[in-house]
Each structure stands twice: as structure tokens, then as C-alpha cells.
């Protein structure tokens, strides 16, 4: 199950929040493994690997050609252990793995928002926008702020994709714009923990005092190409936690004229599978006023079938280009671009647009 190898660090390469990409070379036991990989240790798991540390691999992504993925992932340093760092919490994340992890969550005994937190039940209509990807949001987010600069926006990641919050470069080059990141479920590394999207969303709100809240999961969105096998299922979910609790769902379909993938032409089956089948509550299903003619019939189609219960809402997108181009990230989906999947992006921030209007 996992492909091991040990390796030596040659020299450190780039650093981001709570992550650290390394040169190293790599013990060979197979004649087709590589010389050397890129590799990418969390220091707060594993500690700081110094050039000419010997590092324990796990090369399972570099094996399957994992595009989000794409390093070998240092597991341990054997001889340059970290030092213990005691937690106050009990938390356990990516629990009964050889990396588990122990947290604090916002709302148990020892956190200083315990207070806030203990008998919060309710968001008070907060605004939720629900994506299916991470690569959306950026989008939501300069969708949101372009609307209402003075918003307080707050991250809740789910543990569909990446568990650790450190691995996405995204997140950490928008954090100067969030008002914060909770991790929800077995995700971590975020600015608060919870231990599920309920108690992340009660987080967002009443520990980081959130106007609006984006829910994704993480990097690195799993399918198998079927129809329930894909881990944005759990955006209907989402929808559901966020009614629960007395929000206001808005749900971000994943749209896009550039995927050459039939099944995510157009609305993407994922989105009409969470939204239309996960998705028990209503939520404002919105779509761009402005997409090309014939994209649009195809768009307002699929999801008009989805209401009720939903609501569908067209919000104006094309003169959102401009925040979307002057984020500090680079955005990505499946590897296009602004230029090339321009209604996926644009989709994705006039959700940020009608949630913004709503807070």
C-alpha cells in the first residue's frame, strides 16, 4: 500500500505556511525509481530535515503521476526527531495512521474560545457558499471582496481532499485576505480545528467572527468516474450542516465549457449529484447571468431541474474579471487557467458576488 523509500536531503527549496519543499536523493530498490524527487516535509509533524538528513519516503504519489499531489512526502527523519510539543487538546486528526496528530479544537475545554463556543447552535443567517473543488476558492473569495471589501470571509476545509491545510500554496498566499481557516473532520493545520464541518462552521462564525463563509475540501478532489464515487459528495453535506444551523446555503456549481470530459460539460454530474441528491435543504444554486448563449441553455437547464428545493439565481460575472486576475494566486483547475476555463472561474465568483449581497 504505500511505496517506501529511504533518501538524503540534498537542499531546501521553497517554504510556505507549515510546509517545506525539499531536494533529495533517493535510495533506489527498483530500477525505475528516480534518482531523486522533489520532496515535502510538514515540520510540525515530522520536524525541520537539514541537508545531509537521512528522510524516510512515501513515494505513492510520484507512483500514480498524482498531478495535486506530485512529491514524495517525508514521513520521518530518523536521526533529527523534533522535539516533544505538548497540547493542551485531545483532538485526534488522521487518527490510528502512523501520522496522527493531536490538536486543539476550538470549542473543547482548554481552548480560549471554549466560552463562545460551548452553547453556539445557530450561524444567525450567516452566508455559506458550498464548492465542490478547492480551486474555487480563490474565485468565491475575489467574487465576495469585490462586492463587499469590508468583509470578514472565513475558510472551512473539509477532509475530501488534503488533510493537511500546509499543503495548499493557495491558501496560504490568500490568507492575508481570510479572516481565518477552520479544518474540519480529520483535516488540520488550520487557524482553528473542529471535528466536523457543523462545529467548523460554528467556528467560522463565532470564533473568527466571520461575515461569510467558503466550505471546499482540500487539495486533490478523489474520483473513479462514476456517479456517487467522488469526494465532493460531501458539498451536499455541506448544505445541509449549513441549514441546520441557521445559515443561508449558497451552493457554487462547478460549470465549465472547457472540460473535455462530457460528464463535466456543462454543469458537472458532481455538482448535480451533491446538489440535487445529497443536498436535502434549500440552497440559492447560482449561476452567471453572462455565460455565452448556447453554454448558458445548457447551464440553466440542468440546474432549474434542481429546484425547488433550490432557488436558481443569476448574478452579472464578466466585470468580475479583473479581481479575479488580481488575486496573489495563480488560478488553476485541472490544470487551465483563467484564459482557458474562464466560465468555471467566473461561475465560481458570482456565487462569492450573491453571498456577499446576502451578508
Sequence with gaps: MIRWRWGTVVQARREWRGSLELDVTVDKRRAEDPDSVRALAYPSLVGRPRAGDRVLLNLNAL????????????????????DDVDVPGHVVKARYTPLQAVVLAADEEASPLRSALAGAASLDGLPVVVADLHSALPAVLAGALATRPDLRVAYVMTDGGALPAWFSRTLDALSPLLAGTVTTGQSFGGDLESTNVHSGLLAARHGLHADLAIVTQGPGNLGTGTHWGFSGVAAGEAVNAAAALDGRPVAAPRISDADPRPRHHGVSHHSVTAFGRVALAPADLVMPSDLAPDLAAAVRASLSALCPPHTLVEVPSLDLAPALAGLPVKLSTMGRGLAEDTAYFLS?????RHAAALA
Excluded: K
Design 348 to 352: 465560481a465568483a458570482a456565487a462569492g
Design 63 to 82: 507512483a500514480l503521476g498524482l498531478g495535486t499531489g506530485g512529491y514524495a512526502l517525508v514521513v520521518a527523519v530518523p536521526d533529527n526527531l523534533p
